[in-house]
């Protein structure tokens, strides 16, 4: 028998989706430079505000976007390459890594736009509050090591959707956009309700608020 149940809910949805947009905003105009790089500030600073979103729903969201529901064991792990381990409601073992090496990434990317400094016309608005050896070396991983890292992670996570689609016969884009996957067994589903999602829609406010204050508070 097969159940539905709602697995992601709609702010972690409308989160993943406005990510996407925003990494490859930021990827785009970050290799265009010149005049888009005032866009690929802004972008940025969207990145920030959705990741520290993220953060925090990580632990008050729904049941299967919290940390503790989808971050696998390192036991997990090895069940699951020993082909003993399923799925889960969420994302495998290998798929929950793969997004917690990419938020992981994404936060060192914008943490050190934010202290970087192209020498020419754009500055971080955090590079006058650190060394200037700081700045440079923020400067280097940002501009080469940390954007091919986003880049790579990006097309690994988009190989992930067509493998699975082509050989597991399985798609993973459409659960993330109506939050329901039909499953096996009956499990819990992630609280989903206008209240949960008026709660995201605060703290989505309170972390552009605090993005925003950051950057005029620096005059960035």
């Known amino acids: 028998m097969q159940h539905t149940i709602r697995v992601w809910d709609l702010p972690t949805r409308l989160f993943h989706w406005a990510l996407a947009a925003a990494v490859v905003g930021l990827v785009v105009t970050g290799r265009t430079g010149g005049n888009a790089m005032v866009w690929h500030f802004r972008f940025g600073y969207a990145v920030l505000a959705l990741l ?56 060192v990317q914008v943490g050190t736009g934010l202290v970087s400094d192209d020498e020419i016309a754009f500055a971080g608005p955090l590079s006058r509050y650190v060394s200037g050896s700081i700045v440079g070396q923020a400067t280097g991983y940002h501009k080469n090591w940390g954007q091919w890292l986003v880049i790579g ?68």
């Open 52 to 107: 520290l979103f993220r953060l925090v729903w990580g632990f008050v969201g729904g049941r299967w976007s919290r940390f503790a529901s989808f971050v696998p064991s390192p036991a997990a792990v090895g069940r699951y390459l020993r082909g003993r381990g399923g799925d889960g409601a969420g994302h495998s073992p290998l798929g929950a890594l793969s997004v917690v090496a990419m938020l992981a990434v994404l936060v």
């Open 153 to 220: 992670l990006v097309a690994l996570h988009v190989a992930a959707i067509v493998f699975y689609v082509l050989v597991r016969r399985q798609t993973l884009v459409r659960p993330m956009l109506h939050g329901d996957r039909t499953l096996p067994a009956a499990l819990p589903a992630s609280r989903d309700d206008l209240r949960s999602r008026l709660a995201a829609l605060a703290v989505m406010v309170a972390c552009g608020a605090a993005v925003a204050w950051m950057v005029q508070a620096t005059g960035g």
